[in-house]
């Protein structure tokens, strides 16, 4: 399996609604990264969690919330999104946090409403 | 401040010619890169590394070259397909910083002509 899964695809949520953005991977990775793309603009890093500790978060707001259950998954907890968060939340795994490639999942479409 | 540069947004290329794909960066810190490819609907894909230490890195028809002088990277492609229709990212990182959270380029859109 040489790929990150992230569900749903697709989001569609309210300013007070709470959700959760899922990622999964099964290469053994133990590095796994929270991006944020908004269109026709790089990804920006979020969040990156290595061997399932929170290493670094980019100042993000409290609303969104990371989670790291195990070394496969990564969650996104989301709660009272403002419409200017609404982007494709890309999540990534690495062998390892250095230099090395990584593997994107698909990315969920947020739209904050 | 944009420490990563794609300075050209779209490219068109005939297909079997030479894709060349340009990235600029400004902190002399940066010592590993990466480029990779995004297809909408897709996250990216990672296409090819290479580190300060070298000046070329081959892998198939895909070939970076690093002018650390210039402070510029380029993905050579050869030769082009249709396939290769697609959005590109380079991206940067200073392991001196004791992390590795790469800097990407705004990319460029890569269209190869049949």
């Known amino acids: 399996d040489t790929e990150v899964t992230q569900t749903p695809k697709h989001l569609v949520m309210g300013m007070t609604n709470k959700k959760s953005l899922k990622c999964e991977q099964h290469?053994?990775?133990?590095?796994m990264y929270w991006y944020k793309q908004k269109a026709k603009k790089p990804p920006e890093l979020m969040f990156v969690y290595s061997y399932e500790k929170l290493s670094i978060n980019e100042s993000v707001p409290s609303r969104f919330s990371p989670e790291c259950p195990n070394s496969s998954l990564l969650n996104l907890h989301l709660h009272a999104l403002q419409p200017e968060d609404s982007a494709l939340y890309l999540c990534?795994?690495?062998?390892?946090?250095?230099?090395?490639?990584?593997?994107f999942g698909s990315g969920t479409r947020l739209t904050v409403v | 401040d944009q420490q990563v540069k794609q300075n050209s947004p779209s490219l068109s290329v005939q297909e079997g010619r030479i894709s060349i794909l340009n990235c600029d960066y400004t902190n002399s810190m940066f010592d590993y890169f990466l480029w990779y490819k995004k297809y909408p609907a897709e996250g990216p894909t990672f296409l090819i590394s290479?580190?300060?230490?070298?000046d070329k890195n081959e892998d198939g028809r895909f070939t970076v070259f690093l002018n650390k002088s210039a402070k510029h990277l380029s993905l050579h492609i050869v030769p082009s397909q249709p396939g290769d229709s697609a959005v590109y990212f380079c991206?940067?990182?200073?392991?001196?910083?004791?992390?590795?959270?790469?800097?990407f380029g705004t990319g460029t859109r890569l269209k190869v002509l049949a």
């Open positions: 290479i580190s300060s230490i070298k």
């Open positions: 991206a940067a990182s200073a392991s001196t910083s004791g992390t590795y959270k790469y800097i």
């Open positions: 990534a795994s690495s062998q390892a946090w250095g230099p090395y490639g990584y593997t």
């Open positions: 290469m053994g990775h133990r590095a």
